[in-house]
């Protein structure tokens, strides 16, 4: 288990899987590495349920934080295609946090789930002693819908192309560029380009387009670990071998300047916003006209060649790809943060 970020899928093998509570027919999908939901199978439909943990992150300013914190949410539910209409959500808030702050949050996620046709069901709201930002709750998604119309994690098939919107590392450069302009030391023109790349973040009007659009056989969020991870968690779940064209993923602007000066790989660190979609070769040019309708950058960057005898493999230009053992992006934000956390220690000392 690594220090940050998720369990890797070996801890998730010997300790989460064994031990999944009562078994139940009625679990169609339950909790499997690298999938971003489960399915309860209710009479002759279907119930998507996906549950994470909430981050606001103030500095962003409070209602993009609290767009951010919902979309995270709803995207796990999303890319099944099914769309989520209904929401439980906790709020262990920090003593620091004031009414109006709160207000701001709540009335922000009641309008995008008024848009997007969630309701909220139920929850629970409170203050406490130790929590802080930016964890501050979790909150679990649902959506009701048809077995056959759910995108199957694991449901690329030999033939199929495979997609990207946005690219890699949108939203950690997004983030890190914001909460960390003045340590960068990069041109202004470079830390805005990098600062833009959070309006890429939201997924889940994304996801439910393409499902649309289709088919799509398969699609996942780039989220820890990256588009590495996304990438080999996929091809693992169908047992295929993934070929990419590195030439091919796209790369936005401030995405490698910052990634160069924060040390970090692109294809390693989390990227909310940017979905990986297998698609039959039939529905390709139709998913890329949706998602383009939208404004939405995607591009073709590989194709799935072949269903493997065990397990699965991703091959960059014919070199194979690993899943990264951490995310870079976390490292980065701990070292960033505490620096500024010290800076901000001496110039408070200064001035008293």
């Known amino acids: 288990m690594s220090d940050l970020g998720k369990i890797d899928r070996a801890f998730f093998d010997r300790h989460i899987a064994p031990n999944l509570g009562a078994d139940r027919d009625d679990v169609a999908l339950g909790p499997t590495h690298g999938v971003d939901f489960g399915v309860l199978d209710i009479g002759e439909r279907a119930l998507v349920t996906a549950t994470d943990p909430l981050s606001i992150l103030p500095a962003l300013g409070l209602e993009r934080a609290a767009r951010f914190a919902l979309d995270l949410v709803l995207a796990d539910v999303a890319v099944s295609g099914v769309p989520p209409s209904h929401l439980s959500i906790c709020f262990t808030l920090p003593e620091s946090m004031t009414d109006a702050e709160f207000a701001t949050v709540w ?5 995008e789930c008024a848009d997007l046709g969630v309701a909220v069901v139920t929850g629970h709201t409170a203050r406490y002693a130790d929590p802080s930002h930016p964890w501050v709750g979790a909150a679990t998604a649902m959506g009701v819908g048809e077995h056959d119309d759910i995108v199957r994690p694991d449901g690329a098939r030999p ?25 960068l030391a990069l041109p202004d023109g470079v830390i805005a380009d990098a600062q833009d790349r959070l309006e890429e973040v939201f997924s889940v009007r994304d996801a439910l387009t393409a499902a649309a659009a289709g088919p799509v056989r398969a699609m996942h969020d780039v989220t820890e670990g990256g588009l590495a991870g996304a990438l080999n968690e996929m091809a693992d779940g169908a047992g295929a071998r993934f070929a990419i064209d590195r030439a091919a993923v796209p790369m936005r602007p401030g ?34 006209a949706a998602l383009e309708d939208r404004d939405t950058p995607v591009a073709d960057i590989g194709r799935v060649e072949a269903i493997g005898a065990e397990g699965g ?11 990264p053992t951490v995310d870079p992006s976390w490292e980065a934000y701990a070292e960033l943060a505490a620096a500024a956390a010290e800076r901000d220690g001496r110039s408070s000392s200064a001035g008293q």
């Open 313 to 323: 493999e991703v091959l960059v230009d014919g070199e194979p790809l690993e899943h």
């Open 159 to 183: 033939g199929d192309r495979l997609l990207l919107t946005n690219g890699p590392a949108v939203e950690s450069v997004g983030l890190l560029s914001t909460l960390f302009a003045d340590q």
């Open 255 to 288: 995405v490698r300047a910052v990634c160069d000066t924060l040390e970090i790989d692109p294809w390693a660190a989390t990227s909310c916003g940017s979905l990986l979609l297998a698609v039959d070769p039939d529905g390709v040019e139709a998913v890329r």
């Open 107 to 111: 009335e922000t996620i009641h309008a």
